[in-house]
């Protein structure tokens, strides 16, 4: 690795003021698991990496507030699998926060790094996506709320500027039953990086939203009236079967169609169209039941 | 500008250690060279393959990912602190005797990430047990013995 100074501030004060003194030269390091390889790599060159697992104000916990299951910036994936709440509310996100890596991986690795990674593969960003999260963003002029929606720009790239750090992540507890599931594809079962990924939430008022990953520049969330489709005629299990299978069909294809994928080392343009038809049909099934199992 | 080296102090295997660590230099190379405990093993060096897994705070994680500067003030344990008194881990007899140990490179991650899963599981399935081990890799194939190995520790502790 090239050399670099480390610095490990105890405040948010500190920290901020560091990142607008160095600007583009300066790294934030959180649990490090992409960070060090893109170091190794060369992929990053920065004159000083500061290390914000020190800061008092960024919290290691998740809080439930305001409607919402906070997560601190500093939680890892290892305790946000484990934390009950989320078990009971966002089973979509323990699944993806699960394949994350492996375990030694998940053990460092935070949600908020993940996230400002920007990965076009990053498996929490379709649940995120699809539960509609709010980033709460810190900046040396005060905080602001970001919709996950708008967080990612494009490869690698988010709306955090220099001087901004993801303080938490808002995950909004429905008032109303929804059922999420999340799927991938990879070639390896742990530590590989999603061919893609994908996040189903439908709702009792008959809403579907699917959340991509790996299948265009950044994640990105399409909502439609879906369900409205398959479901004027019925229950809620006339949207995995029935009279109105076509219409659903049709409506699910045309949601897929937003997707733009690439081929890549993982795999091929065709490959990744193939999949996400699968696997969102398949989180469609799996969210369809949840939702069900919510209503009983 | 070189940047200078930083003093931490830090507990491996239970007694207390004293560095002047780079703030480029990762835990697994303060390891292996200022600490002389080469049994944490350096292979892909980026996270993939498990091979310098240690306890970090009780955590399994992988020391090529972690800079030494990070673990100030922390409590490691590594493949030598498992037999610390001059006897063997049940983990590593079991691993002896089910043979699960070929060329033995990958063995000491193994280990290690099988103590973590005993920790936190100390009964787990074979399919937790294939989950707890799936960040490392065994390039001699040797995965069912060392599946088995795990589990017989497990039941070696009922």
């Known amino acids: 690795m090239r050399p670099f ?25 959180a649990g490090g698991t992409d960070v060090l390889v893109r170091l190794r790599l060369g992929h990053m060159k920065p004159r000083i990496v500061v290390d914000v697992k020190h800061i008092g104000e960024l919290r290691a916990d998740i809080v439930e507030t305001e409607g919402c299951l906070r997560i601190g910036a500093r939680a890892v994936m290892t305790d946000i699998i484990a934390d009950h709440r989320i078990r009971r509310r966002f089973p979509a996100l323990v699944e993806a926060a699960a394949v994350v890596g492996s375990v030694q991986i ?50 690698g790239r988010t709306v955090l500027g220099p001087g901004e750090l993801v303080e938490s992540i808002d995950l909004p507890i429905a008032s109303y039953k929804t059922g999420a599931a999340f799927g991938r594809v990879t070639r390896r079962r742990g530590v590989d990086l999603a061919t893609i990924n994908v996040c189903c939430l439908v709702t009792e008022s008959r809403r579907v939203r699917f959340a991509f990953g790996a299948v265009g ?80 | 500008m070189v940047p200078a080296a930083i003093p931490i102090t830090l507990v491996v295997n239970g007694r207390q250690h004293a560095l002047d660590v780079r703030p480029h230099h990762t ?40 800079l030494a500067v990070e673990a100030a003030g922390a409590e490691v344990v590594t493949i030598e602190g498992l037999a610390a008194g001059g006897r063997l881990d049940r983990l590593q007899q079991s691993f002896i005797d089910a043979g699960a140990v070929q060329c033995g490179f990958c063995i000491p991650g193994m280990i290690m990430a099988a103590k973590y899963l005993l920790m936190t599981n100390p009964h787990p399935s074979v399919d937790e047990i294939q989950n707890g081990l799936a960040g490392n890799l065994c390039r001699c194939g040797g995965y069912s013995r060392i599946i088995g190995a795990v589990a017989s520790a497990a039941r070696s502790e009922r």
């Open chain 1, 106 to 155: 998940r053990n460092r690795a935070t949600l908020a790094g993940n996230i400002s990674n920007a990965s076009p593969a990053a498996d929490t960003a379709p649940v995120l996506l699809a539960y509609g999260a709010t980033v709460n963003v810190i900046a040396s002029s005060g905080p602001r709320l970001v919709p996950v929606h708008e967080f990612f720009i494009g490869p």
């Open chain 2, 27 to 66: 835990l697994l190379e303060a390891l292996r060279d200022q600490m002389g405990l080469t049994g944490t093993k350096e292979c892909c060096s980026e996270g993939e393959c498990g091979a310098c897994t240690v306890l970090l705070d009780g955590r399994a994680v992988t020391s090529c990912l972690v």
């Open chain 1, 217 to 296: 520049p950044r994640p990105f969330v399409v909502e439609d009236d879906l369900s409205a489709v398959a479901l004027a005629e019925g229950d809620i299990g006339a949207l995995t079967g029935g009279s109105s299978r076509a219409s659903q069909e049709a409506a699910l294809d045309r949601l897929l169609a937003q997707s733009t994928p690439i081929s890549d080392v993982r795999a091929s343009r065709d490959y990744r169209v193939a999949m996400l038809s699968v696997m969102s049909r398949r989180a469609l099934d799996a969210a369809t039941d949840r939702l069900r199992l919510a209503g009983t």
């Open chain 1, 5 to 29: 100074c480390y610095a490990r501030p105890n405040d948010l004060s500190e920290a901020l003021s560091l990142l607008v003194e160095h600007g583009p030269d300066a790294r934030v390091l």
